[in-house]
Nanobody, 125 residues
């Protein structure tokens, strides 16, 4: 079982990036998958998630109308299209997966949650 992120980089404010997370070893239709981000000294934050079992989608308020999460089941890939990037979007972005829990869209942060290694996104003014 593996999650591998890519697509991060250094961009200017207002630019766009698309992050990719290729997964193996489980079915996207059966798991909750999400993008989290973390900056030094702060807790990891839920950014956007999909509950593969019921199709519900979540966005944190700060990225609504700017970020779009999607999946390509044929490619076993989850995408996060990020537009109108702001300096406060600077963080390491992680892909995560876990069997869905009742009442949640996002994977829980538990010991059995699967994580990728992360990809750095830096937005400059």
């Amino acid at each position: 079982v593996q999650l591998v992120e890519s697509g991060g980089g250094s961009v200017q404010q207002g630019d766009s990036l698309r992050l990719s997370c290729v997964v193996s070893g489980f079915n996207l239709d059966e798991w909750a998958i999400g993008w989290f981000r973390q900056v030094p000294g702060k807790e990891r934050e839920e950014v956007s998630c999909i509950n593969g079992r019921d199709g519900r989608i979540y966005y944190v308020d700060s990225v609504k109308d700017r970020f779009t999460i999607s999946t390509d089941k044929a490619e076993n890939t989850i995408y996060l299209k990020m537009s109108s990037l702001k300096t406060e979007d600077t963080a390491v972005y992680y892909c995560a997966a876990h069997p869905p829990l009742r009442g949640r869209v996002c994977p829980p942060v538990l010991s059995r949650t699967l994580w990728g290694r992360g990809t750095q996104v830096t937005v400059s003014s």
